[in-house]
């Protein structure tokens, strides 16, 4: 099989290129490298099975061999890149979906597109089902990530219904692992990086809001299950395995062995309160769950960063 992996570049992206060279597919990993980086893929250069190519895919989108399928998971994806690249979320989601779609209508490819627990917005109902519609303002400065995979979503679900492209929507719960940045401000790997550093944490708000971390590896084959399924409606891929962020700042330093002062910074607009999938559907539909341990995703992930910061 050929795979294009738009995004390729990416935590998420670089990890699946891994997967589906694993599994035999030859990959084509697609990046303009505005958040990824090569060092994901650095590995892979050489490899008989692994093409780059580096191209901004809100413009139009060219691959001479055939395709069997299309992963979407170009896009910045984390509150500092989105807040710092608002135009660009905006267009990769609506344009770049439009393009790799118009792609996938072409090669008759399967479209698989990575959308996220951010449709869900600051919800209203705990643990979020797919049939959730969300809580989300277009207008606040995390509209911008949310609304343009909600958009995508929908120019997803519109291809397949007028068109007829073969589709699936996962959508991703906090992630974490090797090869997040560790400048990217997310939780992880900002906690990860002041533990080993010694200096105190940044909390934001009390720390009583509550997200739920699932491994990598674990998303990876969430991913490659509901590809291969026929599942066309969207499907949470997470672990709901639910943590305040104050309870995981206690967990990470147990598991570093530190004993660390915490500072507090005022909570983000919009910042979700709760975090946590029902993964029902993902366990009927596809026989999945995540089976990585917070304390073993973790000694991983530190890892990681401490070779990462030479400590």
């Known amino acids: 099989m050929r ?15 891994d997967r589906l060279i694993k599994e035999g597919h030859a990959v084509i990993c697609m990046d303009n490298l505005i958040t990824g980086n090569m060092s994901n893929i650095a590995h892979l250069f050489g490899h008989e099975k692994f093409q780059f190519i580096k191209h901004d895919v809100t413009e139009y989108i060219y691959v001479e061999e055939s395709l069997d399928n299309i992963l979407h998971f170009a896009s ?28 996938a209508k072409e090669k008759n490819a399967r479209f698989l597109l990575a959308s996220t627990s951010e449709v869900y917005g600051d919800p209203l109902i705990h643990p979020q089902p797919e049939e959730y519609f969300g809580n989300v303002n277009p207008i606040g400065p995390r509209g911008v990530y949310d609304e343009a995979k909600r958009f995508a979503e ?33 939780v992880v790997p900002a906690f990860a990086s002041q533990v080993l550093k010694g200096i105190p944490l940044t909390v934001f708000g009390d720390g009583s809001q509550t997200r739920s971390f699932c491994y990598v590896t674990d998303l990876v084959d969430g991913i490659h299950r509901l590809l291969f399924s026929e599942e066309t409606d969207p499907v949470n891929i997470g672990n709901p395995h639910e943590m305040s962020i104050m309870e995981f700042a206690s967990k990470i330093q147990e598991i570093a062995g530190v004993n660390l002062k915490i ?4 909570l983000p607009e919009d910042d979700p309160k709760v975090r946590q999938p029902d993964i029902t559907k993902a366990k009927n539909i596809l026989g999945w769950t995540p089976v990585v341990s917070f304390e073993e995703g973790i000694g991983k992930t530190m890892e990681y960063f401490r070779k990462k910061l030479n400590i």
């Open 76 to 103: 910045p994806a984390s509150p500092i890149d989105y807040l710092e690249l608002p135009i660009q979320t905006l267009k990769v989601g609506s344009l770049g979906t439009h393009k790799a779609l118009g792609l």
């Open 263 to 266: 500072e507090t910074k005022q």
């Open 154 to 186: 929908a120019l997803t679900m519109a291809y397949h219904r007028y068109h007829g492209v073969e589709t699936r929507i996962v959508r991703i719960f906090n992630t974490y692992g090797p090869r997040m940045r560790i400048d990217d401000g997310r």
């Open 3 to 17: 795979t294009l992996i738009t995004g390729g570049a990416g935590f998420l992206g670089s990890h699946l290129c």
